[in-house]
């Protein structure tokens, strides 16, 4: 790695005052020395080839973490990755708690690399579940079934918004604290914006 592939806009990340700085420094240096471009997005390192995102560097309260964009594609021989929730569906995690696990599986995680470059050179996409894959609470669909309005705004928006509200109101155990979601929820799916707008 050289000091001309670390990007500026990123060195702040790595100089936090964070428990995970020495991991996520040996993991910079590690994807750096793939041959990766470095940028800041979503806040963190995002490693990049042929301007799409192959990793990203980003740190938990119980771990430090490279994320896989399309892991769900990568053979996993070692049984490394996972998949933070059941809803991920195309990124993986590897998960370190201490900076002498990356230097034992250095060259492990450059094979992974390596493999996630040549996923991407082959033009390979994780198949996605459409939002109508997924199944709608009961008390929502009795919301979307009485309400024409409701229905027609709620198709309107984005699919990861509809996938969001979705994995919101499927949540709780018990229906009532579904129903309150779902009426929490109306007006802002009404006004057409998503769970976080």
């Not at 980003?58 to 990568?74: D, N, Q, R, S, T």
Request: hydrophobic share 35%; proline share 4%; net charge positive.
């Amino acid at each position: 790695m050289t000091k001309n592939s670390m990007n500026p806009k990123v060195d702040f990340y790595f100089s936090k005052d964070n428990r995970w700085q020495e991991e996520i420094r040996k993991l910079r240096m590690i994807v750096l020395d793939c041959g990766l471009n470095e940028e800041l997005k979503w806040g963190c390192p995002c490693y990049t080839f042929q301007k799409t995102n192959i990793v990203l560097i980003h740190v938990f309260k119980e771990y430090c973490a490279l994320l896989f964009f399309k892991g769900a594609l990568l053979q996993d021989g070692h049984g490394m990755l996972i998949q933070q929730t059941a809803n991920v569906q195309a990124a993986r995690q590897v998960r370190f708690t201490h900076v002498r696990e990356i230097v034992q599986k250095e060259k492990i995680l450059k094979a992974y690399i390596y493999e996630a470059i040549e996923v991407e050179k082959a033009g390979l996409k994780v198949t996605l579940k459409k939002t109508s894959d997924f199944i709608i609470p009961e008390e929502f669909q009795k919301k979307l079934d009485k309400s024409p309005s409701l229905k027609k705004a709620f198709n309107t928006l984005t699919p990861g918004r509809q996938r969001a509200y979705i994995f919101y109101f499927s949540q709780p155990k018990q229906s009532k604290t579904r129903e309150s979601r779902i009426e929490k929820s109306i007006p802002q799916i009404l006004n057409g914006k998503g769970l976080n707008d």
